[in-house]
């Protein structure tokens, strides 16, 4: 009646896949317990490490929990407890976390009857509420699991990609927060043919890597024309720690999601290592309070 899951942060937009890539980091994530209980409703009885609204239709786990339950012949309800270690704002997706996680626990003390792309759908309106636009590049590798592509958000559909096996993400996060909803906000609208076509070879390529186990053709593929040259100015030091990165080994490096986290992708464990140590030398020196992880991807 009663489980205990890890929720993965993820790695929205992978440099070149604005709102349709994402990947899920097998070591960086929350906790959730999941109840099912007799009265209705979904209700947050505890929520720790983030000051975040515990009000069911505040919070974006209660959100998602009811999306499902409106679906649902089950007349009960359940009690999440939220333990937080990915930073609200941070940009590798917190609040895709709760809700896919709200959901996918839910649906597996209901005995699954919701589909995997269901699912995905629920977690969107958590993901609606904490930034404005039901994007699924978080919550779709958080409950997939590995790296995704979202085709087509109208109809809805998810492609689930291999993990070359040794992808690692390094991710630091400067410690401020960046609202995704303000970084949505100062992007563009319209987008040029010529950086349509540079955009979509490198989102091709970068699947086409991961499918062919091709690191050389991932890393030329981690690119971003349209996002980061924008986003980039919000996040303290990203040319030195990009090229920091790369100058290490990275295969590519880019923006977290919304940011203000920054990933790269290296091949191998020590690879990912000995980039951690560059990009929190450059942080160091510069004086900026960070966070950094290596993660497996899986
Ligand atoms: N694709 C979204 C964005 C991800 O970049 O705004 C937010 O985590």
Redesign the pocket.
């Known amino acids: 009646k009663e489980i205990k899951i890890f929720c993965p942060g ?1 790695i ?2 992978i440099s070149c896949g ?3 890539m ?1 990947v899920a980091l097998d070591s960086v994530g929350d906790e959730m317990v999941i109840k099912k209980v007799a009265t209705k409703g979904v209700k947050i009885t505890e929520l720790t490490g983030q000051h975040l609204p515990k009000d069911t239709h505040l919070n974006v786990a209660g959100v998602a929990g009811l999306a499902l339950l409106a679906e649902s012949d089950y007349d009960g309800g359940f009690e999440i407890k939220i333990h937080k270690k990915i930073k609200a704002g941070s ?3 917190s ?2 976390a709760s809700s896919s996680g709200a959901v996918w626990g839910m649906n597996k003390l209901l005995g699954n009857p919701f589909s995997k792309l269901q699912l995905v759908k629920f977690a969107m309106e958590g ?1 609606r509420l904490a ?1 404005g ?1 039901a ?1 699924a ?2 919550v779709a590798p958080a409950l997939f699991g590995g790296f995704t592509l979202i085709r087509s958000y109208e109809p809805l559909d998810i492609v689930q990609i291999p993990s070359p096996s040794q992808l690692f993400a390094t991710v630091i996060h400067p410690q401020i927060e960046i609202k ?1 909803s303000d ?2 906000k100062i ?1 563009k609208t319209s987008l040029s043919l010529e950086d349509g076509i540079k955009q979509w070879g490198n989102v091709g390529g970068l699947v086409a890597g991961l499918f062919m186990d091709d690191y050389d053709l991932i890393s030329r593929s981690l690119v971003d024309h349209i ?1 980061e040259p924008i ?1 980039s100015m919000l996040i303290p030091g990203f040319d030195k720690i990009k090229s920091s990165a790369i100058e290490s080994g990275a295969l590519g490096c880019g ?5 203000p986290s920054i990933f790269a992708l290296s091949q191998g464990k020590e690879n990912a290592e000995k980039v951690r140590h560059s990009m929190k030398t450059v942080y160091q020196k510069i004086g900026i309070e960070y966070d950094v992880h290596v993660s497996p991807i899986n």
């Open positions: 993820t929205a937009n604005f709102d349709v994402g940009g590798i997706g609040s895709a993901e930034s636009v994007h590049d978080n995704t970084s949505r992007l996002v986003r923006i977290s999601g919304s940011g």
